[in-house]
């Protein structure tokens, strides 16, 4: 394993979880970082709606890169069966 691909790797896993450690628990600071970031107002229904997106994205990128080193892992392993 060389090192690009040991960042690249743990970067897989590092940048989803921090994502999903950041995201604000009330839709009112979501939209409160929406407006702040880009200028543009949103509903609170709608912050919510981003929330619950962004928390589904987050979750469903862990489960990939996990997924991904299971069957990275299983291919090694029965490959290098004695």
Same mark, same amino acid.
């Not at 690249?8 to 921090?18: E, K, Q, S």
């Not at 919510?48 to 489960?63: D, P, V, Y």
């Not at 890169?65 to 299971?70: G, I, L, P, S, W």
């Given at each position: ?6 960042c690249?790797? $743990? $970067? *897989? ?6 994502g ?6 009330c839709?009112m600071c /979501?939209? $409160?970082? /929406? ?5 543009i *107002? ?5 912050a ?16 990939f /890169?996990? $997924?991904?080193?299971?069957i990275?892992?299983?291919?090694? /392993? ?5």
């Open positions: 394993m060389n090192p690009r691909s040991c690249r790797n $743990a $970067a *897989g896993y590092f940048l989803p979880g921090v999903l450690a950041l995201i604000p628990k839709p /979501v939209a $409160a970082y /929406v407006v702040a970031s880009t200028g *107002g949103v509903s609170i229904p709608m919510a709606g981003i929330r619950w997106g962004l928390i589904i994205f987050c979750i469903a990128a862990l489960t /890169v996990a $997924a991904r080193n299971v990275r892992c299983v291919k090694f /392993v029965t490959s290098h069966r004695l």
